[in-house]
């Protein structure tokens, strides 16, 4: 018995321990797959906007490819405008000589009109280069914004690139790990069966033998109860039986009591009744001697003789 219980307290500990170190194997196989799914995850989200990025990098490059030919564009016709200023210039120079040196107010008249118009021609393209100076201004900010930005996005994608091989590193490594943690997971259970399958049959076994000592005692119980009932039982009759004696013997000495007593009576009876025929015979002689009064007075003391023989009787 004692065992058994030490047997089936050292299966439940070894149970308890067998089910901590399963725990803890579940607990380390979670954290593993946590890791590797956030790292699959990560990488599956550098890889989207590694792509996206690419696709920003384009676009800007595009816009910047765009915006630099409208700047090649806005510069040549500025260097175009400007040329051309300078050739109204020389005209202009050449138109003032001649007026200088006009001979005649009519050829003075013409210079003039041609003087007029180149220089309004030559203010139309000076606002014209201006304007597309400021284009120009514009245009080259627009260049270097969209510069900026497809460096900062390029900057990005390389950053990304090189957490690639350590997130592949991360999930690589947790995979191996859980792979082994699964190995040591199914060992696990199957130990912790095989103390269940064996706790449970030494529990069966010691249940088993718990009912039958229970029983046992039990019955004990029920026969130490049933003796205790039987030895109350003949000791009360024991007590009855002797009551019944001692009322009998009380009884029999009761009725040896009576019976002597009537006997003693009888025979005060038979004595009185011989006394009383004696004494008409002898009735002279009684008054002449008193002396033999006395004697006949003495006769009592026989009947008490006579009263103690029952009593021997009774002794018997």
Do not use: C, W
């Not at 109204?88 to 009109?113: G, L, Y």
């Amino acid at each position: 018995m004692s065992s058994l219980e030490k047997t089936v307290i050292e299966l439940r500990q070894k149970k308890k321990e067998a089910i901590e170190l399963k725990q803890n194997s579940e607990n380390e196989l979670k954290q593993l797959q946590s890791t590797e799914k956030r790292s699959t995850t990560g990488l599956r989200t550098i890889d989207k906007k590694i792509e996206s990025e690419k696709e920003d990098v384009s676009d800007v490059s595009d816009t910047l490819n765009r915006k630099n030919s409208q700047l090649e564009s806005i510069q040549r016709l500025i260097s175009a405008a400007e040329e051309r200023v300078n050739n109204e210039k020389e005209v202009i120079e050449q138109i003032k000589q001649e007026i200088e040196f006009a001979e005649t107010p009519e050829e003075k008249q013409n210079a003039e009109a041609r003087l007029r118009s180149l220089d309004d021609h030559v203010q139309e393209l000076i606002s014209e280069i201006k304007s597309r100076q400021k284009t120009l201004k514009k245009t080259t900010d627009e260049v270097s914004t969209f510069d900026d930005i497809k460096s900062k996005i390029t900057t990005q994608i390389k950053k990304q690139i090189k957490t690639k091989p350590s997130l592949r590193s991360t999930i690589s490594t947790s995979h191996q790990t859980a792979a082994k943690v699964v190995k040591e997971l199914e060992r696990r259970t199957k130990a912790e069966e095989r103390i269940t399958k064996t706790l449970d049959l030494a529990s069966s076994k010691l249940k088993e033998y718990l009912a039958k000592k229970a029983a046992a005692a039990k019955k004990a119980a029920a026969a130490k109860k049933a003796a205790a009932a039987k030895k109350a039982a003949a000791a009360k009759k024991a007590a009855a039986a002797k009551k019944a004696a001692a009322a009998k013997k009380a009884a029999a000495a009761k009725k040896a009591a009576a019976a002597k007593k009537a006997a003693a009576a009888k025979k005060a009876a038979a004595a009185k009744k011989t006394a009383a025929k004696r004494k008409p015979a002898k009735k002279t002689a009684a008054k002449r001697k008193p002396a033999k009064k006395t004697a006949a007075k003495r006769k009592p003391a026989k009947k008490t003789a006579a009263k103690r023989k029952p009593a021997k009787k009774t002794k018997r």
